[in-house]
């Protein structure tokens, strides 16, 4: 066979499969995307995922169904979208996890580099909240309390590694001490301190506000970068003299590393224009849920700085993951 026929056999090959595989990518979405929500139904992760999802799926035509793979601190839902087919009907909605439990674990089942940042979706603010019996009404009288109690105190956390537990140590790199109480989620947490079995912890706007608008916590700060829009009264860690103290629940989208850039490119436009809407943000915003639209560029570079930032934290802590 000469090399002029050997090329036009191969050419007759691979141009069909080409043809084939090319209008599926143009045409994409053809059938239902799936969001997967490392978590439970119910938490700010899977509220935000929703209303996400059926503002991004009015604009795709077609529709975004969410599906809830909870358990291994977000890690089984995670792995799940890390070795899903990277053809672009498999999405997880990542919280912090993605970023820290690479730094508390040595058994991760994948890379962190095996899912892509696609865009940042919304912010549920971590609040510090205390039971009201505590004497403060502030983070400066707090910390002024806890230095006065022998021993500490004591500190609700969602587990290791979870956020409230990066609050803690951002309070002790603050000089307080505290002593770690960990539970099985951020809501019995909560309930831990409203029952005052513990007198403080940090959580979600959207787990924490209704609790102090009834008058069962107390809220001393936010720990988010800028008031809650729902909550504009409570003045942040970083206004009340403590910069180090500075995290929130966010929400965001990641695709399988291997998804072609041109699904991830629309995939991203409609997620950001979606988030950009009055319709979403007047569905999060009241819930004390801060929507943050923003392109890929600036997802990556919040990742890449998060990754950082908390990771000399986690190691200087010497966190640990529960197992």
């Not at 503002?55 to 909870?70: F, T, W």
């Not at 803690?168 to 099985?184: N, Q």
């Not at 003045?235 to 989208?253: C, D, K, M, R, S």
């Amino acid at each position: 066979m000469t090399i002029r026929r050997l090329f036009f056999c191969i050419a007759a090959t691979l141009v069909p499969a080409l043809l084939a595989a090319g209008p599926a990518r143009a045409d994409w979405p053809d059938h239902p995307i799936k969001w997967v929500v490392p978590f439970g139904p119910g938490g700010a992760n899977d509220l935000i995922a929703r209303a996400a999802a059926e503002a991004v799926s009015k604009r795709l035509g077609q529709p975004v169904v969410i599906e809830n793979k909870p358990g291994a601190g977000a890690i089984i839902g995670a792995d799940y979208v890390a070795k899903a087919k990277p053809d672009g009907y498999t999405w997880l909605i990542g919280a912090a996890g993605v970023v820290t439990n690479s730094m508390l674990r040595s058994d991760m089942p994948y890379a962190d580099g095996d899912l892509v940042p696609v865009g940042m979706i919304a912010v549920a603010p971590s609040v510090i909240a205390v039971h009201p019996s505590v004497p403060a009404s502030n983070l400066k009288e707090f910390v002024a309390w806890a230095k006065t109690r022998p021993g500490g105190v004591d500190w609700a956390t969602a587990g290791g590694g979870s956020t409230p537990h990066f609050v803690a140590e951002m309070l002790r790199e603050a000089g307080v001490a505290i002593v770690i109480v960990p539970y099985k989620s951020g809501s019995e947490g909560v309930t831990a301190v409203i029952s005052n079995n513990v007198p403080a912890t940090s959580e979600a706007s959207i787990v924490v506000l209704p609790q102090v608008k009834g008058g069962k916590l107390k809220a001393i700060a936010t720990t988010y970068s800028k008031r809650i829009t729902a909550y504009d009264t409570l003045p942040t860690a970083i206004e009340q003299g403590f910069p180090g103290i500075n995290i929130g629940h966010w929400a965001g989208l990641f695709a399988p590393k291997g998804t072609p850039p041109s699904i991830v490119e629309r995939m991203s436009r409609e997620l950001e224009a979606a988030v950009r809407s009055a319709e979403f943000r007047d569905r999060m915003v009241p819930s004390g849920i801060e929507p943050e639209p923003g392109t890929t560029a600036a997802f990556v570079a919040f990742v890449t700085a998060e990754r950082e930032r908390l990771g000399k934290l986690a190691k200087k802590a010497n966190m640990q993951a529960d197992r």
